[in-house]
């Protein structure tokens, strides 16, 4: 199972981890969309792989919610219950949405998860009608709307996910 952990003070980050959600299911992998609002760390426990996402805003990094929602998973990083666990993460289009994924990189290194990346190039995939990371976002997935950038990010997390378990 793969869990998309995302801060729900933003409707576009919403849709954003719905098209990843989306890209997921199309390989015939099973996702579970997860608020930080409502999150169940037993269920993350359990995951496979955990991507995590928060909107871009006028301060460099991760949301103060998203911040609150990492410190309390000091046991399992003590303990490193989430080692060799797959992770990512996304964020909308901003000036600080770089930051925002090396947050999430440098926070999934720290559990020992491994990271996987964008994984398209923008200027050798397009779908004919609008080009797949066009935000050049290389390290995660930076997207907007009317973007299909979230859905074959998802498929590549599940292509991962699968290779390997």
């Known amino acids: 199972m793969i869990v998309i952990l995302y801060d729900t003070n933003c409707n576009l980050l ?10 997921i299911e199309s390989e015939n992998k099973s996702c579970f969309l997860m608020s930080i609002g409502n999150i169940e760390y037993e269920t993350l426990d359990l995951a496979e792989c955990i991507i995590f996402g928060c909107k871009s805003g006028i301060t460099p990094g991760i949301t103060y919610n998203m911040s609150l929602c990492m410190e309390k998973t000091e046991d399992r990083y003590k303990n490193q219950k989430w080692k060799n666990k797959f992770a990512s993460g996304f964020t909308t289009t901003g000036i600080h949405s ?8 440098n926070f999934s290194a720290k559990h020992s998860m491994i990271w996987i990346p964008q994984g398209h190039l923008a200027e050798n995939e397009g779908t004919g009608m609008r080009g797949i990371n066009k935000n050049k976002s290389y390290l995660g997935c930076i997207s907007e709307e009317n973007d299909f950038t979230p859905f074959f990010f998802g498929k590549r997390i599940a292509q991962q996910c699968r290779s390997v378990c």
């Open 14 to 23: 919403y849709t954003i981890a719905s098209n990843i959600k989306s890209g």
């Open 98 to 105: 770089v930051k925002i994924i090396e947050d999430f990189c």
